[in-house]
């Protein structure tokens, strides 16, 4: 069985600091996973996707994650926080042979001035 | 732009009213998907279709229905709204054939529905 799990339900950074959302997955073949951002009373956006190839991936608005098979891990990053960032963000991970994508309970991002 | 739309924003429903929520894609998906969303607890597949006519339930099809007559619409439908079923329900569609689940969804806004 598949499951997401993301470490901390709200993270808050200073503006221009790092941004890392930690995501760790189980998966028993082969995953795909993704990173979504909601901002406030809006739908999932996607960000980022891994399905196979180069481990590190880039996305839209300067995000990026990397796949570590061995860590089971799929953590977000940003170099540099901007007030804009400041929304939910799911990672998600579904497998080959399956319709079904399982999403992370979500971590809120803060990002203080 | 391709889109999902979700035909209501906001929702106020009466216990034990039927209630129809509409989802339309406009980018010739084949396969959608309806969730609901609740703090903590993430998004949670009610039930989700890989063609027209064609469904399957998700982790809690209970209290749900769904039906899909149309390639670009999917709707969810609670026969007997209870309280419980206050939520944020969001709505998404993906692409391909068979099985292959790598794409990700494309969500529409959501409709949140209270049930009094």
């Known amino acids: 069985a598949q499951s997401v799990t993301q470490l901390g339900s709200h993270v808050s950074v200073s503006e221009g600091a790092l941004v890392l959302l930690r995501c760790n997955y189980s998966s028993s073949v082969p995953p795909y996973l993704f990173w979504y951002v909601q901002y406030p009373n809006q739908g999932l956006q996607l960000l980022l996707k891994?399905?196979?190839?180069?481990?590190l991936v880039k996305g839209i608005n300067g995000f990026e994650a990397e796949f570590k098979k061995s860590e089971t891990s799929f953590h977000l990053t940003k170099p540099s926080a901007h007030m804009s960032d400041a929304a939910e963000y799911f990672c998600a991970v579904s497998q080959t042979g399956g319709f079904k994508t399982i999403f992370g309970a979500g971590t809120r991002l803060f990002v203080k001035a | 732009d391709v889109k999902v739309t979700q035909s209501s924003r906001y929702l106020v429903k009466r216990t034990g009213e039927k209630v129809f929520l509409e989802c339309v894609q406009d980018?010739?998906?084949?396969?959608m998907f309806w969730y609901r969303q609740d703090p903590g607890l993430g998004l949670r597949l009610i039930y989700f279709s890989y063609d027209v006519k064609m469904k399957e339930k998700g982790d809690i099809p209970e209290g749900y229905s769904v039906s899909r007559e149309k390639k670009e619409r999917f709707s969810l439908i609670l026969e007997s709204a209870s309280t419980n079923q206050t939520s944020m329900y969001l709505c998404?569609?993906?692409?391909?054939?068979?099985?292959?689940?790598?794409?990700?969804?494309?969500f529409g806004s959501g409709t949140r529905l209270t049930v009094v």
């Open positions: 891994y399905t196979t190839g180069a481990t």
């Open positions: 980018m010739d998906h084949e396969n």
């Open positions: 998404a569609s993906s692409p391909g054939t068979g099985r292959f689940s790598g794409y990700g969804y494309t």
